[in-house]
């Protein structure tokens, strides 16, 4: 996993949850992997990846903290569902709330400011 780019973890990530195959061994180094690598992630790579913990119900706070952090510098690059994605995996995963509260208060903010659209695609 050392050699593989944001695109590349993201993607197995999701091919994994899409098949509802858990792999906790090869979740937990794409995680670690991932989290060296989060400036590079985009919007989808965040969103995706995101998903497919949530999806197999596979906790990693340190991902989430880190992923968090990364999708609020991000987030005017989210489309609506990358954020509806994102806030469900937050929703969905079995780690400590407070890592999510950072993530929704940006969302929140820009939403009253008026400088979060979100539009139906």
Known sequence: ??????QNIAITLWSYATLKHPSPELFDSAADEAIKKLDQF???????SLWSYATLKHPSPELFDSAADEAIKKLDQF????ISN??????????????????FNHLSDLHKSDKLCLTIE
């Open 42 to 48: 985009n919007s989808q790579a965040i969103s995706n």
């Open 79 to 82: 489309n609506s569902q990358e």
């Open 1 to 6: 996993l050392d050699q593989f780019n944001s």
């Open 86 to 103: 994102t806030v469900w995996s937050f929703a969905v995963v079995d780690c400590d709330v407070e890592l999510a509260i950072p993530f």
